[in-house]
């Protein structure tokens, strides 16, 4: 596997790759790598003739009062993580080189509306705006034609597709279902930050989610209805702060009323300083 920190470098091995007629598989991700990530990256391998992962904090993604200076960083871990999944390369850019005018600044964006207007976008502005434009730029760097993403994220997933649909680019994209540890936990670079308590504590959100799968399951199709019991669930846990709880069309991340057939639950909790998301897709039945 081969560590690039350079754009001009990484360019010269895609068109090596893509003059020998391969694919381009590509998932960005923020590193402290877990087995959410690496999933992602076997799967890629599984599927593409160059793999690609990205590596990079993403200034622009972070709103002032959030967790850029602290989000946990180890290079060395995640080059050999990365390694064992037998991709091709590891893209590590230092902040400069994807931003050469300085710390996230860029005269560019890419804004995509709607969509971004709920949950993750209402509770964290910019944020999207900042994800859509590093994706762009590394979809353009790596020639991409398919690009690896979690369901984890699914409003991430979200955006990215209608963006690259709306911008007619030239690639596709792959959701990977969530990966959890085994008592339920959605992985996640962030739960490094939980005390042994509050990861205890943080059970409640996949716990929370299986009830109304549950419910779905028996028929229950009253949105307001679930939502209020996945609410009063979390709320009984005195660590657990929510931020949002919504049932919401998967492609548009409207709120629904009713359950008709897809439908995703996603929820937004903090536990002390640590913002956990986590989500269930209803693909109806
Ligand atoms: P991040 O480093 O948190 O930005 O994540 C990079 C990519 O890995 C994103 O596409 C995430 O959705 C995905 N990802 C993160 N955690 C998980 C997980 N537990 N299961 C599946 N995918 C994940």
Redesign the pocket.
């Known amino acids: 596997m081969q560590v690039i920190q350079q754009i001009e470098q990484l360019k010269q091995v895609v068109r090596d790759a893509k003059r020998q007629g391969k694919t381009v598989g590509l998932v960005?991700?923020?590193?402290y790598l877990?087995e959410?990530?690496l999933?992602?990256m076997r799967r890629a391998r599984q599927e593409q003739g160059l793999v690609i992962a990205t590596l990079f904090v993403n200034p622009l993604q972070f709103g002032p009062q959030e967790d850029y200076a602290d989000y946990p960083r180890d290079l060395a871990r995640d080059c050999e993580l990365a390694e064992s999944t037998g991709i091709d390369v590891l893209f590590a850019p230092a902040v400069d080189e994807m931003y050469p005018a300085g710390n996230g600044k860029t005269l560019t964006f890419v804004d995509v509306e709607k969509i971004t207007a709920s949950l993750c976008g209402a509770s964290r502005p910019g944020h999207f705006r900042g994800v859509a434009t590093v994706v762009t730029k590394l979809f353009n760097i790596a020639e991409a034609d398919v690009a690896y993403?979690?369901?984890?994220?699914a409003q991430?997933v979200a955006v990215i597709r209608r963006m690259a649909e709306d911008l007619n680019m030239n690639v596709k994209i792959v959701a990977?279902?969530?990966?959890?540890e085994s008592d339920g936990l959605?992985?996640?670079?962030r739960n490094k930050y939980l005390d042994s308590a509050q990861r205890q504590a943080a059970l409640v959100l996949s716990r929370s989610l299986e009830r109304a799968a549950t419910l779905l399951a028996a028929g229950e199709r009253d949105s307001s209805l679930i939502v209020a019991t996945v609410r009063d669930l979390i709320s009984q846990e005195p660590l657990a702060e929510i931020d949002y709880v919504s049932l919401v069309d998967p492609l548009t991340m409207e709120a629904l009323d009713r359950v008709e057939s897809r439908a995703l639950l996603a929820l937004a909790v903090k536990f002390g300083k640590t913002r956990l998301i986590d989500n269930m897709l209803w693909e109806g039945k």
């Open positions: 960005p991700t923020m590193g877990h959410g990530h999933t992602l993403f979690g369901q984890k994220d991430q990977v279902p969530i990966v959890r959605a992985m996640s670079s």
